[in-house]
């Protein structure tokens, strides 16, 4: 059983920051890719940004300069964040969490998990 348990959601005016946490905990053996994904109102859920395990990162156009994705890989700890700076009322969206976990061992495949998503709005 794994889960990821998003924090940091709220509601910030245009111009200000918020940091977004994602904790992964469970039968963890690694993880691979973590990113952060929105879904406005009506709107298909979109790639904000995603971090590989060693570190590479990509992040969507419309965020890039903005947004600062990073990830604690400590064991116990299997964290991922979101910096969001200079927000904008465009990003106001519900924010999940993904992850590729493998659980128990190395020959287990590696599923991918969301978590149930913290809102995020922008007031103008």
């Known amino acids: 059983q794994v889960q990821l348990v998003e924090s940091g959601g709220g509601l910030v005016q245009a111009g200000g920051s918020l940091r977004l946490s994602c904790a992964a905990s469970?039968?963890?053996?690694?993880?691979?890719?973590m990113g952060w994904y929105r879904q406005a109102p009506g709107k298909q859920r979109d790639m904000v940004a995603v971090?590989?395990?060693?570190?590479?990162?990509?992040?969507a156009d419309s965020v890039k300069g903005r947004f600062t994705i990073s990830r604690d890989n400590a064991k116990a700890k299997n964290t991922v964040y979101l910096q969001m700076d200079s927000l904008k009322s465009e990003d106001t969206a519900v924010y999940f969490c993904?992850?590729?976990?493998?659980?128990?061992?190395?020959?287990?495949?590696?599923?991918?998990?969301w978590g149930q998503g913290t809102q995020v709005t922008v007031s103008s």
């Open positions: 971090i590989t395990s060693g570190g590479t990162t990509t992040y």
């Open positions: 469970g039968s963890i053996f690694s993880i691979n890719a």
């Open positions: 993904n992850a590729g976990i493998r659980s128990g061992s190395s020959s287990y495949p590696v599923s991918w998990y």
